[in-house]
């Protein structure tokens, strides 16, 4: 598994370099065939005053399942980096345990590498049957309209929303404008892959 490290606005110490690469490279013990591992590391300036630290874990294996986690609460980015990975912990639960419930009886069968991971730290096999499935309740059919992406942004805000889905006018393509955490808007376009 191939460990990125970035950083935006702060110096990554050899000591900090060790730590998220020691922490991370244990991952791929409870999800196999991880491809790779990247590590954002940022620190804000708060309107408050002093600064946070962010971590953002993002994991990829080779079936193209991505795991995201995202830690803001911390003003150190060690501290950070450990909350991320308990939450990316709690995330690969999750995942293995929607895994297990659509597999059934023949999850070691059909999922052996899953099976044969290790289990991940504070994981029981009641944690699988606890987790409430989830649930497709409803289908909804959306009319697009041909739009400017400022347009769709102007009618995600009417509606209320956080999101639009609309049809590009300049692209001709299908994409999503989404309200970002930091107030700002993102447009998502879909490629396949």
């Given at each position: 598994?191939?460990?990125?490290?970035?950083?935006?606005?702060?110096e990554?110490?050899?000591?900090?370099?060790?730590?998220?690469?020691?922490?991370v490279?244990?991952?791929?013990?409870?999800?196999?065939?991880?491809?790779?591992?990247?590590?954002?590391?940022?620190?804000?300036?708060?309107?408050?005053?002093?600064?946070?630290?962010?971590?953002?874990?993002?994991?990829?294996?080779?079936?193209?399942?991505?795991?995201?986690?995202?830690?803001?609460?911390?003003?150190?980015?060690?501290?950070?980096?450990?909350?991320?990975l308990?939450?990316?912990?709690?995330?690969?639960?999750?995942?293995?345990g929607?895994?297990?419930?659509?597999s059934?009886?023949?999850?070691?069968?059909?999922?052996?590498?899953?099976?044969?991971?290790?289990?991940?730290?504070?994981?029981?096999?009641a944690?699988?049957?606890?987790?409430?499935k989830?649930?497709?309740?409803?289908?909804?059919?959306?009319?697009?309209?041909?739009?400017?992406?400022?347009?769709?942004?102007?009618?995600?805000?009417?509606?209320?929303?956080?999101?639009?889905?609309?049809?590009?006018?300049?692209?001709?393509?299908?994409?999503?404008?989404?309200?970002?955490?930091?107030?700002?808007?993102?447009?998502?376009?879909?490629?396949?892959?």
């Amino acid at each position: 598994m191939e460990v990125q490290i970035t950083a935006r606005n702060v110096e990554i110490s050899p000591r900090l370099r060790e730590h998220v690469e020691k922490k991370v490279s244990k991952l791929d013990r409870y999800l196999p065939n991880i491809i790779d591992a990247r590590v954002d590391l940022t620190a804000e300036r708060q309107k408050k005053g002093g600064e946070r630290a962010v971590a953002q874990l993002t994991v990829r294996d080779r079936r193209g399942t991505i795991l995201r986690v995202e830690d803001k609460s911390q003003a150190d980015l060690f501290a950070a980096v450990d909350v991320a990975l308990d939450k990316m912990y709690r995330r690969i639960r999750t995942y293995k345990g929607k895994r297990r419930r659509r597999s059934g009886e023949r999850f070691a069968e059909l999922e052996p590498e899953l099976a044969a991971a290790e289990p991940v730290p504070g994981e029981t096999s009641a944690d699988y049957e606890e987790e409430a499935k989830a649930v497709i309740v409803r289908h909804k059919v959306i009319n697009v309209t041909p739009m400017t992406e400022e347009e769709a942004v102007e009618q995600m805000e009417l509606l209320g929303h956080d999101f639009f889905v609309f049809l590009n006018q300049e692209t001709d393509e299908i994409n999503v404008a989404y309200l970002r955490e930091d107030g700002n808007y993102g447009i998502l376009q879909p490629r396949i892959a």
